[in-house]
């Protein structure tokens, strides 16, 4: 699996939906046509480095960290007692339940890019960042979502796998995936919640 397909689906962007629905067509003949550059990969880098660090400043993301840090020394001991045992089981769902409330891209249900583009729209974190590099909601849609196709695409590609290029996915982006998979694996790093800047 190449990095960027790690990478959309470490943000939680639309996968599933598309996965088991999949885009309609008017969508994947918008997605065939797409064209990943560096130039929105930077803009979209930017954006997502300003809502995390906005994140950052959430209370809920705050006990996550602490949640977290605390659950992690627990795992660190050698041996545990049941009451430490039960407390990492509670730290473990306790920090579930958070994560999910405090995902900024809650997209599983949008069945479309015009869907997508609404989900960003409600989340002004994100929508602020994106305003501010001059990138649409429907564009970063765009983007992402070609970024998904093309990162599982070029993974099949280089496992073997790949005879024809998937529908509605631009073979452009395939290779564009596989050169810039270097950058795209620093970004995946950088765009996580709880990474430090």
């Not at 660190?76 to 994560?99: F, N, V």
């Amino acid at each position: 699996m190449t990095t960027c397909c790690v990478l959309a689906i470490t943000l939680s962007l639309a996968a599933p939906a598309l996965q088991t629905r999949g885009p309609a067509d008017a969508d994947l003949k918008e997605l065939s046509s797409y064209t990943l550059t560096m130039e929105t990969l930077n803009k979209v880098d930017r954006a997502m480095r300003a809502m995390m660090a906005e994140m950052r400043k959430d209370p809920k993301f705050q006990e996550i960290e602490r949640l977290k840090a605390e659950l992690t020394a627990l795992k660190k001991k050698d041996e545990t007692t049941e009451e430490e045992d039960r407390r990492m089981e509670t730290l473990g769902l306790r920090i579930e339940e958070l994560e999910s409330d405090a995902n900024p891209l809650r997209l599983n249900d949008a069945g479309t890019i015009s869907e997508m583009a609404a989900g960003i729209q409600k989340e002004p974190r994100l929508a602020a960042a994106l305003q501010r590099e001059g990138l649409a909601p429907r564009e970063f849609s765009k983007f992402m979502l070609a970024m998904l196709q093309a990162g599982f695409a070029a993974g099949m590609q280089k496992a073997g796998l790949l005879k024809t290029t998937p529908e509605g996915t631009n073979p452009a982006n395939i290779k564009w995936v596989l050169e810039h998979e270097a950058e795209l694996q620093k970004l995946q790093q950088s765009w996580a919640p709880d990474k430090k800047h």
